[in-house]
């Protein structure tokens, strides 16, 4: 399967900001630029504190009958467009949050508009299949020129879910069913009797002892099993019962990287032998390392493309699968459409798990082997949503459309120097700044990082954390450098309001 | 919440067909019936046999990039129409299985593609939110006029979620921290540090050794923590690790039931001693009850409302949380619109799930105790997707219109009452028939199942099996008694070619 996006370098080297805009001009369009929303509002507006009395007023209704504690803003997605999402008190932000890192071509973006009005839309939204067993006449094609177009390379098939948990899920049961099978000696030998009678009451061998290894502060989903291996917050994990598996330490990178480059190397080198040992000796035999390209939840925690490459070779070496989390790096926002793009492997993860700005779910593939030995091993009732599978379908065609890709390395660059540039002016408030060269997904450690938060819709931009004390950027893919300019403003007021 | 349907009962007596029409008969419609999908076909349509030249083509077409063993038929949605569902090659079968017992409105409903093509359908297509965060500003009302207008007595509130798997899951987790905090002595009690470390580490105290009991044979999903749970079959569980958790004995009944009074009531019995047993007994402790009405995929198993009351009373005595699984019973099924509604229950569950029927999932849920103590605790990006919401709403609307439960109570019972004769006929094909009083939601066993399923085909019905012998009848709601005559005739007509 061709995979149009694998390739995609960035095209022009990072743009260096003469200064960051004093915080009262209203930041204009650099000549250069074509909006991709010409009729996106040229800046933030604040109508209202945040929240409003329109805003106060719905939350009180929703709490009612939804936990709304995790409430951060009731959103009127009919005056949201493209960066600028609106609320109800006629606030209207530029959004570097994007719904969790999930929106990738703008609010009403017209050509998804297109995608949702179609007739392929309507019969997926009002005769949804069963796609295991009664999948569309152009469920091939969907996926040919949709889910799959945009494969790693050496992935050519795909097994369909609903988000990231179940994504990364199916990746495990997939991984479990195949270690399983290698020994018993492949795919034609038969199960035992005792196979068959203690999996009904969830014991060995039937139900086996085995494990998926995942990093220190890594976060692969919420259900039991992808919760297993997350280790991201206490708070996503308490209370829920967990599977005995390994953790690895993931390596703790000093900045600026250019200043530590023998200190992280040896860093890196103490977390895979580690995680080599742990391999070797955990007492539940490890079928699959599952990680993160850059882990997000758990604080934008970086790795270099070696200590990837050498992660691959302990897999390989090891015979355990290599499953590369992309739920929340895919779809470009690094400055290629997928993150591990950038590690030049010399052979591709054996799954990889996406969601997120994929608007749907899954895990590719390549091996064979990695679809179970029998029917219905691996299956639900509806296996995915081809209403949403269309919707990524269209992402893909916005994204080639208009070099998202290549514009998200491009503005990423130029927003990255810009928050150099910051970090200099105030060494106290931008910290540890990370995701040089990895698009707009870049993140900084603050100090008051809550606080800073608290201050950011004050200013007009909606930005969320992640960790203990990271400012995260999740810009969509539709962001610019005149949105970086505002952005970079908007960072330096709250720094001077803190 | 006003629960719409929760009393709504069967309208009609069974009425009984004086004779099943011969097999050559065209089957027309009742004077007194009028039909839901007046463009309907008024029987299957045989073009071809059955997989046709198109549909081993495009079967073959799929199979390069997504798994088909598990494949049905490639199905033709535009030509599906009501009950009858198109495949390639011209054939257009009567549909009682419904993509898994999930179509409850017929295909190509016509006041769903009005819902489908609606502004809200469009912007919850195109601006997917993280409901948690960012919902929109008509997120209650679309709750208050859809999900929760259909909410079982007593149950107000609601967790949304994708699909049956983690509907229940989630439901765990609100199960477990919910016992874990009457443990620790009330919602302001804080986490201890050991608490805070071992869960880290997947240990206990923090991630503790609780346990869901559920019964044998069940099925509740097959992600990590669902499948713990499930206990259909071994192809279902093999190979994937499974938690140490409890099941219970389900009640074996025998038919027809007015023959086996006594007999079955003391099944029951010593179901419901072995499983207060084993709540006390269990060496992890157990948080939760979890049973569907009547067990589907497990092969159609029953159990008397007596048998539900005293699992309610059992529960109840020893605090632990009483969650049904309503993804295949609920939505109307079974002639009310939850299936625990033939109960007659004094408390209501804890918790109830859905799925399927409502093509979009999650957990209701009554006790504000059940609110996790702390936001972001019970939590994901998407926390279901408002376009199926919207799709739940609008079923919801044409089930009121057409008096769909209604309709299903009284078909259902005709139906029944035709199957009962047809196994007076053929004693030897139909046996143990189940599910009077259950709307359409019947079985029976049969000792050729497999080669029953394997011709039906070719009479022009879908049907499906479930367990290891039982032939399962999911009909959508707007089946009515011209299609159960249909139905009829072609159990007869495949049962005369074994």
């Given at each position: 399967m061709a995979a149009l996006f694998r390739s995609s370098l960035r095209l022009r080297p990072a743009t260096r900001l003469?200064?960051?805009?004093?915080?009262?001009t209203t930041p204009h369009l650099r000549a250069a630029e074509k909006p991709y929303?010409?009729?996106?509002?040229?800046a933030p507006k604040l109508?209202?504190?945040?929240?409003g009395p329109n805003n106060k007023a719905a939350a009180e209704k929703l709490d009612k009958v939804f936990?709304?504690?995790?409430?951060n803003m009731l959103t009127d997605y009919y005056k949201s467009t493209g960066n600028y999402i609106a609320d109800l008190d006629g606030n209207v932000l530029l959004d570097v949050y994007a719904q969790i890192a999930s929106i990738?071509?703008?609010?009403?973006n017209p050509h998804l508009r297109k995608v949702a009005e179609s007739p392929e839309m309507i019969t997926a939204l009002?005769?949804?299949?069963?796609l295991g067993n009664f999948p569309s006449h152009d469920w091939a094609e969907i996926l040919n020129t949709g889910i799959l177009k945009a494969a790693p390379k050496g992935l050519d098939q795909v097994f369909t879910a609903m988000a990231g948990s179940d994504a990364n899920e199916t990746a495990y049961k997939a991984a479990f069913m195949y270690y399983r099978q290698r020994e018993r000696g492949g795919p034609e030998t038969e199960f035992t009797e005792q196979e068959l009678e203690s999996t009904m009451n969830n014991q060995?061998?039937?139900?086996?002892q085995l494990s998926i290894m995942s990093f220190k502060s890594?976060?692969?989903?919420?259900?039991f099993g992808s919760l297993s291996t997350t280790?991201?917050?206490p708070i996503h994990k308490l209370d829920i019962p967990a599977f005995d598996w390994p953790q690895a330490p993931f390596p703790t990178l000093k900045y600026p990287l250019e200043e530590h480059v023998q200190e992280n190397a040896q860093e890196e080198q103490r977390c895979l032998q580690e995680t080599e040992r742990l391999i070797k000796?955990?007492?539940?035999?490890?079928?699959a390392v599952v990680v993160e390209p850059i882990q997000s939840e758990g604080g934008d925690n970086h790795a270099s493309p070696a200590f990837f490459r050498g992660l691959r070779e302990i897999t390989k070496r090891n015979n355990v699968l290599f499953i590369v989390?992309?739920?929340?790096?895919?779809?470009?926002?690094?400055?290629?459409?997928?993150?591990?793009?950038?590690?030049?492997?010399e052979t591709p993860p054996d799954m990889v798990t996406f969601s997120k700005k994929a608007q749907t779910a899954g895990y590719y593939f390549g091996?064979?082997?990695?679809?179970?030995?029998?029917?219905?091993?691996?299956?639900?009732?509806?296996?995915?949503d081809p209403a949403r599978a269309l919707i990524f379908r269209g992402i893909i065609e916005e994204i080639e459309r208009l070099n998202l890709v290549e514009n998200t390395a491009a503005t990423g660059d130029y927003l990255f120097a810009g928050l150099e540039r910051l970090a200099k002016q105030y060494p106290g408030h931008i910290q540890n700044l990370r995701g040089k060269g990895?698009?707009?997904?870049i993140a900084w450690d603050t100090p008051k990082r809550d606080e800073f938060l608290g201050k950011a819709k004050g200013v007009g931009v909606n930005i969320g954390g992640s960790g203990a004390s990271a400012i995260r950027l999740r810009p969509?893919?539709?962001?610019q450098k005149h949105h970086a300019d505002i952005l970079l403003e908007s960072v330096e007021k709250i720094i001077q309001q803190l």
């Open positions: 003469s200064a960051v805009r004093t915080l009262t929303f010409p009729n996106e509002p040229s109508a209202t504190a945040i929240p936990d709304v504690r995790s409430l990738p071509v703008g609010y009403n009002i005769n949804r299949p069963a060995s061998p039937g139900s086996p890594a976060f692969h989903g919420r259900l280790r991201s917050k000796e955990w007492h539940n035999p490890v079928a989390d992309e739920v929340q790096t895919g779809v470009g926002a690094t400055g290629k459409f997928w993150a591990h793009d950038h590690w030049n492997l091996n064979p082997a990695l679809r179970p030995n029998k029917p219905y091993r691996q299956f639900n009732t509806w296996m995915g990895q698009g707009t997904f969509m893919l539709i962001f």
